[in-house]
Nanobody, 122 residues
């Protein structure tokens, strides 16, 4: 079973950047489809970006051009680079993993990290 631990969140001013990391153990990101989701207070968890086991990426329209996902198979780590941050990006960001087939649906992912808080001040 895959365990996921996120880090890198924090407080940043609007227009700033952060890079989140998600380290996997008990499994390798080489074999999983990975996703980043976020959940703001009072809102449902939403898909942000994803990367397939073979490196194809897909991204939500709300962050296109500002966020990118990448992974380092050797470090068993997935990254979320967030640039030009806006106040509406404030949320808890979660890393998730699934087996065959990519998805933008949170309920398709069986493995989740505990999340890291990102707060963007305007």
């Amino acid at each position: 079973q895959v365990q996921l631990v996120e880090s890198g969140g924090g407080l940043v001013q609007a227009g700033g950047s952060l890079r989140l990391s998600c380290v996997a153990s008990g499994g390798t990101v080489r074999n999983y489809n990975m996703g980043w989701f976020r959940q703001a207070p009072g809102k449902e968890r939403e898909f942000v970006v994803g990367i397939t086991w073979n490196g194809a990426t897909y991204i939500s329209d709300s962050v296109k051009g500002r966020f990118t996902i990448s992974k380092d198979n050797a470090k068993n780590t997935v990254y979320l680079q967030m640039n030009s941050l806006k106040a509406e990006d404030t949320a808890v960001y979660h890393c998730a993993a699934k087996g065959a087939g990519y998805s933008r649906e949170a309920n398709a992912y069986p493995y989740w990290g505990q999340g890291t808080q990102v707060t963007v001040s305007s």
